[in-house]
């Protein structure tokens, strides 16, 4: 395997920061710091740290309402996330979207998106745009594998393969619609078979192996920047926590605690410290420095939340129309 | 110079000024290409600006008006086609959740200047779902414009105008007005989308009304002033922004309002202008407000049902009549 040991370093520090972050997250939320709905990542990190290890900031992404993770790795701030989070003037929205749009154009993020199977088309669009004015930008779509089932995957992927746009549509098949699990909600193991009815590449891979998303990402991100089309990369993995916070005892009604378990025992982290130790890229006590290093950031992006104002009541009424 | 040339001449014109004026403007839409759209509003733009530019999607509106959505955030600015207003229906998540909320939602970090191109009316023998007029729904989604020229003139002016704005525009068109006939300056202009036009100044009744019914209202005025009575006729142009200050000028003069929307009577255009003078000018009315709508009910393809269903010259009159009767 040909990557870089700083690449390797950088995929390390994202899946770090995206589950300090989440756990925050969760400790806030229980605390009743932050408001609305939280949908965590935790889990699925090497999802979103290998795909967008593979994007510079003029390619885009869409997201879900699972977003924390997909933006994190697209390089958003911490400060004016956590911001958003807590509903605050200073967020990447004003504190008018939430955890669940969060969006920087100027990042190249089209927005965490609070419809499942939203993002689908919106993606189409930014593939549109590479193709007719910036050869080389690729799209990249996030999605889960419920939203397979959503009509606009089948337009979204139809489209993309006829006109050949640089989209690469990568479902992260977490096994759970909300609490409708993988078996109940379709008739296939693999949701990469689709990809032959578009006449497109499809692949799956362990989406809890880092190195490997990276590089799967990496091979249909490159294909999509020569001109070749769209790739659906089907990355499997597990939602540990509930469908969001708050969904009692992490889905225990749907779910065994045994299941659960097993993947948390699974856990991308873990296994990619594993690999890191082993091959003496990283060394235990650089480790810990990355997660020391990361929890005193996330901290400081709580207090700068915290210390923000709300938006006052008269931006409810600006930015309805341009 | 003006000549004198269809609607959908006038909508081609304009969609070919801002191809040629923007590289970032493109078309996209089912048929729109080689054989320029089922009204032949993008006749012979194809083969001018190319297939990239003119764009023959598949029968998938989520994921052309999606795919809309997406450009438009990311620098471009489509014209999608809906070929008829019928079919947005299927796409809704996409105008409604994402198009008309992106630039809100994103705290106004991102823009979405995008048009939809829709056409309403009944009057061709299309039936239930290809004859609809429910354009009032989306004056209920903050963060859409809705434009609704009512002229050849308007129609090249306001599609040049909402290509031009950054918001998404919802553009409104009659399909029984493709092939009316007016005058439209050559060169390139602008008409503004929120500003109402009164078409016929009168000091005895307010008719307000959209697209085709502005001719017909006109038409009646010309007959009523024969009999004396002076009616005012603002053509409403757009339903978002909305022009209330245009509306309740002319109430406060006239004492009355007829509302005059192709779209079924419960909650149509004029639902929301009846609410505004309730509201706002009450104190100045002197007879109820009359709507003029099409009844509660789908369009029937039985074609003496159609015609019944299409409110009509007569239907205005009758309301002129009714608010007579109190002045």
């Known amino acids: 395997m040909d990557i870089p040991p700083k690449t390797v370093r950088e995929l390390y520090r994202t899946m ?19 408001p609305g709905l939280a949908h965590l990542y935790i889990g699925e990190e090497a999802i979103a740290a290998g795909v967008c290890a593979n994007l510079g900031d003029k390619d885009y992404i869409t997201s879900t309402h699972r977003g924390h993770g997909h933006v994190i790795a697209k390089g958003a701030l911490l400060k004016p996330m956590m911001a958003e989070l807590y509903g605050k003037e200073t967020g990447y929205c004003k504190g008018k979207g939430g955890s669940m749009h969060i969006a920087d154009v100027n990042l190249g993020i089209l927005g965490a998106n609070g419809i499942a199977g939203g993002g689908l088309p919106i993606a189409v669009g930014a593939g549109l745009s590479c193709k007719m004015k910036h050869p ?22 139809n489209f993309a393969a006829v006109h050949k746009l640089p989209v690469v549509f990568v479902c992260e098949n977490n096994g759970f619609g909300i609490s409708v699990s993988q078996a109940q909600h379709q008739a296939i193991i693999d949701i990469s078979i689709r990809a032959a009815g578009y006449g497109m590449p499809g692949v799956t891979v362990d989406g809890n192996d880092v190195l490997t998303v990276y590089l799967a990402a990496g091979e249909a991100i490159d294909r999509a920047r020569r001109g070749e089309g769209p790739t659906l990369l089907e990355c499997k993995t597990y939602r540990w926590r509930g469908h969001h916070e708050g969904d009692p005892n992490q889905g225990g009604r749907y779910r065994s605690k045994e299941d659960i378990q097993a993947w948390v025992e699974n856990c991308p982290i873990k296994r990619f410290e594993q690999y890191l130790t082993k091959n003496k890229v990283m060394t235990k006590k650089q480790m810990q420095a990355v997660w020391e290093e990361v929890e005193s950031e996330i901290n400081e992006s709580i207090e700068f939340a915290e210390q923000s104002p709300f938006p006052p009541l008269s931006e409810m009424y600006q930015d309805v129309l341009a | 110079m003006s000549r004198i040339i269809t609607y959908a001449q006038a909508l081609n014109e304009a969609l070919a000024y801002c191809m040629d004026q923007d590289d970032s403007v493109f078309i996209m839409g089912e048929d729109v290409g ?41 620098g471009m600015r489509p014209v999608v086609e809906i070929m008829f207003i019928d079919f947005i229906t299927v796409a809704m998540d996409m105008v409604v959740n994402q198009m008309a909320k992106m630039h809100f939602m994103f705290g106004g970090r991102a823009k979405v200047p995008m048009v939809i191109r829709v056409n309403i009316g009944a009057g061709r023998g299309t039936a239930a779902q290809h004859s609809q007029s429910f354009h009032a729904i989306f004056q209920h989604i903050p963060g ?37 006939k007016g005058e439209v300056p050559e060169e390139a202009y602008t008409v503004p989308i929120g500003k109402a036009k009164v078409v016929r100044p009168g000091k005895d009744i307010t008719v307000v009304a959209t697209l085709n019914m502005v001719a017909k209202a006109l038409t009646v005025a010309e007959e009523m002033a ?57 104190d100045s009315l002197q007879a109820p407000i009359v709507r003029v709508a ?32 109190y002045l």
């Open chain 1, 136 to 157: 080389g930008q690729v799209a990249v779509c996030f999605f889960g594998d419920a939203s397979s089932n959503n009509g606009t995957f089948h337009e979204s992927l």
């Open chain 2, 294 to 325: 099409g009844p509660d009910t789908p369009v029937a393809f039985s074609p003496p049902l159609e015609q019944a269903y299409i409110p009509s010259e007569q239907d205005i009159k009758d309301a002129v009549a009714r608010v007579l009767e």
């Open chain 2, 34 to 74: 080689r054989y320029g759209g089922i009204f032949q509003v993008t006749a012979g733009l194809q083969d001018r600006f190319g297939v990239d530019r003119v764009m023959d999607t598949p029968i998938s509106e989520a994921a052309f008006v999606g795919g809309a959505v997406g450009a438009a955030m990311t």
């Open chain 2, 226 to 282: 024969a009999q004396g009575v002076d009616m005012e006729v603002i053509d409403l142009r757009s339903l978002c922004p909305l022009d209330r200050e245009a509306v309740l000028a002319s109430v406060r003069k006239t004492g009355t309002l007829i509302t005059a929307d192709e779209g079924c009577h419960t909650g149509n255009m004029g639902a929301e202008l009846a609410a505004l003078v309730a509201e706002q000018a009450l």
């Open chain 2, 144 to 180: 859409i414009k809705i434009a609704m020229p009512s002229t050849p003139h308007d129609a090249k002016g306001m599609l040049i105008e909402a290509i031009q704005d950054d918001n998404p525009v919802l553009f409104v068109e009659h399909k029984k007005m493709y092939i009316d």
């Open chain 1, 16 to 34: 770090v920061i995206i589950r300090a972050f989440e756990e925050k997250v969760q400790d806030l939320y229980a605390r009743g710091h932050i």
